[in-house]
């Protein structure tokens, strides 16, 4: 059974830096692609950033603007979301997301693109 477990979350002030990480397990046997979404209060789930399983093709909504960087080790079981300049905004449950797929150039944007979630971390910007 696939399970993703996401650390780093935390407080940090505006202007800030944050690093998360993703330790995925179970995810055997066939390719997959992985994401990180976040959700705020009152909002929709959104995908902030997502990477393919060759590592080649990576996704990253105009919004942010280049401040967010996803990467993810040669055994493709951990998933790190580096952020950057950090806004108010971006305060959010952030949820590690994993997609099976058969395209190994393919990145997901969307949550129903996601077959399985983490339990999500917190990530506060204070102003």
């Known amino acids: 059974q696939v399970q993703l477990e996401e650390s780093g979350g935390g407080l940090v002030q505006a202007g800030g830096s944050l690093r998360l990480s993703c330790a995925a397990s179970?995810?055997?046997?066939?390719?997959?692609?992985l994401a990180w979404f976040r959700q705020a209060p009152g909002k929709e789930r959104e995908c902030v950033a997502s990477?393919?399983?060759?590592?080649?093709?990576?996704y990253y909504p105009d919004s942010l603007n280049g401040r967010f960087t996803i990467s993810t080790n040669n055994a493709k079981n951990t998933v790190s979301l580096q952020m950057a300049s950090l806004k108010p905004d971006d305060t959010a449950v952030y949820y590690c997301?994993?997609?099976?797929?058969?395209?190994?150039?393919?990145?997901?944007?969307?949550?129903?693109?996601?077959?399985?979630w983490g339990k999500g971390t917190l990530v506060t910007v204070s102003s």
């Open positions: 997301a994993l997609t099976w797929t058969g395209d190994t150039d393919y990145v997901p944007k969307a949550r129903y693109n996601i077959d399985y």
């Open positions: 990477i393919s399983w060759s590592g080649a093709t990576t």
């Open positions: 179970g995810a055997t046997g066939s390719s997959y692609a």
